[in-house]
């Protein structure tokens, strides 16, 4: 007879390593029998399926076949796996197509599966889903070997070839998202097309992190789905990326490092989960106009944020019941299993965000500033480092949008800033005041003034910081024009006020 593995949580933490090779390293028959049963599968979509078969009034070609899931991945746990077989085919030519007609062709794969299933020489049997409000976007039927009674769930995913010829060394050209982004398809809806960059991203990971994900998933599979069957808990794939970002910040990415203490820093940030907002910057970046403002308006979203490394637009972090997982994993940081000897990984809840500060008449200087951070801490380093004496004054500006103060006690994350970000520095001494000028062109900059200064004092200022002549602005405060002889006081003009300034002409 044949025993499941030990209870992970009576294991002690020295036993950890031990455990995930005696107990979770998938071996001997059961990996032949799995590979056999997603290779014939594979033959089946790419050479049987669609042959002499007419879909939308054309011959369809089966472009590729790719394998995703724990068995792609290469994460595959002892007689369970999942697989994703995401296939390629011609008669999908955009976003939007695939969005149009992927059903129509998973009911066309789902009539030739139940015709043809004999020949793949195992029993097949089809899931049926719970009612969805939207199309299904793949075919999920369990495959069982005739002879054991292991089980290899398998989901196809029909797909438009968005990367067309894939280099995994290569960013995907940033056009290829922007037309992602602008297809306007549900978040994530079309992360099938990105299975490629998914697979790259997790099985480039050395042999000793994909133990760890194996680890972090029989936790999820074994003390968590058991309890939750009917409830929204984060994807495994979720899971994966928060245990790789662990791994990258607690080990500076080394290939060895102690299990126990992997696993309860994954833990830790799992019982933290309100504060995590993860991303990566490998096959998309900030580069690109509508790359960068999809990326941003994701990082502004309520966290925890895990941003799919592949797909932009799928925040996997979004709509799950995440309080339920940090309450297992809080539990499971008191059993042996975690009772670490060492002060273990230090892991932030989200990566240190490059500041580039600007600052009239100095040279621009970057910072890298934990988004969780208060703001005066950073003042304080600023002041060290450009030798101020003053009080200093920082703000920023998103594009399109005002130019906004920075609180001493906030934090950049109570902004929503956790990218590169741009910041004013300003100087001032009491009783001086900050006031922000705004031109027609949304250019946005602070100025020091002192509230019985006039506004020609201003406009000095302005020409002296490279701004229009004195003599060719025109400021208005509220609409009203202001006059030269005038002072702010005067014009109950107080700190962090916009002027807006036009130019003649």
């Known amino acids: 007879m ?4 030990p209870d992970l949580y009576d294991t002690p933490a020295s036993r950890v390593d031990a455990f995930v090779g005696q107990n979770l390293q998938p071996q001997g028959d059961w990996k032949e029998e799995m590979q056999d049963a997603c290779q014939r599968t594979e033959r089946f979509l790419r050479d049987q399926c669609f042959r002499d078969a007419l879909i939308l009034d054309q011959e369809v070609r089966v472009l590729k076949v790719v394998r995703g899931g724990s068995s792609g991945k290469g ?5 369970s796996s999942d697989v994703d077989l995401v296939i390629f085919l011609s008669c999908f030519s955009s976003f ?3 969005a149009q007609h992927r059903e129509l062709v998973i009911n066309f794969i789902q009539e030739k599966l139940d015709h043809c299933s004999r020949s793949l020489a195992y029993n097949i049997s089809l899931v049926q889903h719970r009612v969805r409000a939207r199309s299904p976007r793949s075919l999920s039927f369990e495959v069982q070997s005739k002879k054991s009674s292991d089980v290899i769930r398998v989901d196809v995913l029909p797909a438009f070839n968005a990367l067309g010829t894939f280099f995994p060394d290569m960013k995907p050209p940033p056009e290829i998202y922007e037309d992602l982004i602008t297809a306007a398809g549900h978040p994530g809806e079309f992360s099938s097309c990105f299975m490629e960059l998914q697979r790259c991203f997790v099985k480039s990971c050395p ?5 760890l994900l194996r680890l972090v998933k029989h936790w999820y599979l074994t003390y968590l789905k058991p309890k939750y069957r ?8 979720a899971l994966e990326l928060l245990t790789i970002y662990a791994w990258e910040m607690g080990t500076d990415r080394k290939e060895h490092f102690e299990m126990d203490e992997g696993f309860a820093a994954v833990l830790e940030l799992l019982r933290d989960h309100e504060s995590i907002c993860i991303y990566w910057t490998k096959y998309y970046d900030f580069q690109n106009e509508v790359v960068r403002d999809c990326i941003k308006q994701k990082l502004k979203e309520s966290r925890p ?5 592949a797909d932009p637009t799928n925040n996997l972090g979004k709509g799950k019941r995440w309080d339920l997982v940090a309450a297992e994993a809080a539990f499971c940081l008191q059993q042996p299993c975690c009772r670490i000897e060492d002060e273990g990984w230090h892991v932030q809840s989200a990566r240190d965000v490059q500041v580039t500060l600007r600052m009239t008449g ?3 200087h970057t910072l890298l500033v934990n988004p969780y951070s208060p703001i005066w801490k950073m003042k304080k380093e600023i002041k060290d480092r450009i030798f101020l004496s003053g009080n200093l004054r920082l703000s920023f500006q998103e594009p399109g949008g005002d130019r906004k103060p920075l609180s001493n006690r906030q934090s950049l994350s109570d902004y929503g800033i956790f990218s590169k970000v741009r910041i004013r520095v300003l100087e001032i001494f009491p009783p001086e005041i900050q006031v922000f000028v705004k031109e027609t062109n949304g250019q946005n900059k602070p100025y020091a003034v002192n509230p019985d200064d006039l506004i020609v004092d201003l406009k000095d200022k302005i020409e002296a910081a490279g701004g229009p002549d004195a003599e060719d602005q025109i400021l208005k405060f509220q609409n009203r024009k202001l006059k030269n002889h005038r002072t702010f006081r005067d014009l109950d003009i107080e700190d962090c006020d916009t002027i807006v300034l036009i130019r003649k002409g």
Do not use: A, M
């Open 2 to 5: 044949e025993f499941g593995p």
């Open 75 to 79: 994460t595959t746990l002892k007689h």
């Open 96 to 98: 939007r197509e695939q």
């Open 207 to 211: 042999t000793k992190v994909k133990s």
């Open 230 to 237: 009917r409830v929204p808990l984060p994807s495994k794939y």
């Open 305 to 309: 944020i895990i941003l799919d490394p």
């Open 362 to 364: 100095e040279d621009d």
